[in-house]
């Protein structure tokens, strides 16, 4: 099982979005694809059509322990999901009080780890909050979103030092991989930008590059991901070809677990 985590301080820059239809690609690929939504804007639950089922949620099972297998359900697209709900805004609330609230998530994620080859977590837009730290804490790889337009840069390597900050202190570390999003290339702003994302991150970005889509907003509002609502359309290209590269580094990291690019967390003597 993979864990990618879907990260950036900075708020609608593509985080579920990605996350919908990366999780929707991977499982029309055939693999066993688990979404998990961490924001309490319960967002990626919203986008397939899952929101205001009352059941056994994500909240339940980090506040009160619950199974995670009972808050898992099937959603379209052929995800299971594990709903978000406000609720979790009240976890961030009682985690001051608890020891290791970040663990929480990675815990019961390892009761499910023969059930699914890809996780995929949504982050609410705050790196340094408690929700965002459960995802650092059990994922194997975060994707940093960055969309084109102003400032995403500098806000992007700013979630990277922070994110990066967070990894030092972890007995596992992950690897961080930059995504480009809402890319329209008759900007010339967008190919500008792009170009010095790629020039600040290199190797860590990913070659497939996510296109501005009226089709990724309808899908999100029909509650499907849009593999189902159009598989040939660009933006099902687009997901589909970062489905091959994300399969294809979770084979690399297997092969060779320790090709991390967070520094390793130096041992107190
Ligand atoms: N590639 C795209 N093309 C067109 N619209 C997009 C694209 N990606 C995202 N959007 C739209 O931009 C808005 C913000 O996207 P999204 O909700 O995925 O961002 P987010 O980072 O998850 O936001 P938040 O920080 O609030 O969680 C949404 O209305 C979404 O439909
Ligand atoms: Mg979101």
Do not use: W
């Amino acid at each position: 099982m993979h864990i990618l985590a879907f990260a950036n301080q900075k708020g609608g820059c593509g985080k579920t979005t990605s996350s919908v239809n990366l999780a929707g690609a991977l499982a029309a690929r055939g693999s066993r694809t688990l979404l998990v939504d961490l924001d309490p804007q319960a967002h990626a639950t919203m986008a397939l059509s899952c929101a205001g089922e009352h059941g056994t949620s994500l909240a339940d099972v980090l506040l009160s322990g619950a199974a995670i297998e009972r808050a898992i359900r099937s959603a379209p697209g052929g995800i299971d999901l594990l709903p978000g709900t406000d609720a979790l805004t009240e976890f961030e609330e009682v985690s001051a009080r608890r020891m290791h609230p970040e663990s929480c998530l990675g815990a019961a994620l390892r009761r499910v780890e023969r059930a699914y080859d890809f996780v995929i977590l949504d982050c609410p837009p705050r790196v340094d909050g408690i929700l965002c730290a459960n995802a650092l804490a059990a994922c194997d790889t975060v994707i940093l979103v960055v969309e084109s337009g102003a400032f995403a840069l500098q806000g992007a390597l700013k979630a990277q030092r922070m994110i990066e900050a967070a990894g030092v202190d972890r007995d596992r570390s992950f690897d961080i991989r930059v995504l480009a999003t809402m890319f329209d290339r008759r900007l010339r702003i967008a190919r500008d930008l792009l170009i010095g994302t790629q020039a600040r991150f290199g190797d860590q970005m990913f070659d497939a590059v996510i296109h501005t889509s009226v089709r990724l907003r309808e899908a999100a509002a029909y509650g499907v991901p849009v593999q189902s609502l159009d598989p040939k359309t660009r933006a099902a290209r687009d997901f589909d070809n970062l489905a091959s590269e994300v399969i294809a580094h979770a084979a690399r990291k297997l092969e060779s677990p320790d090709s991390s690019n967070v520094p390793a967390p130096v041992p107190s003597t």
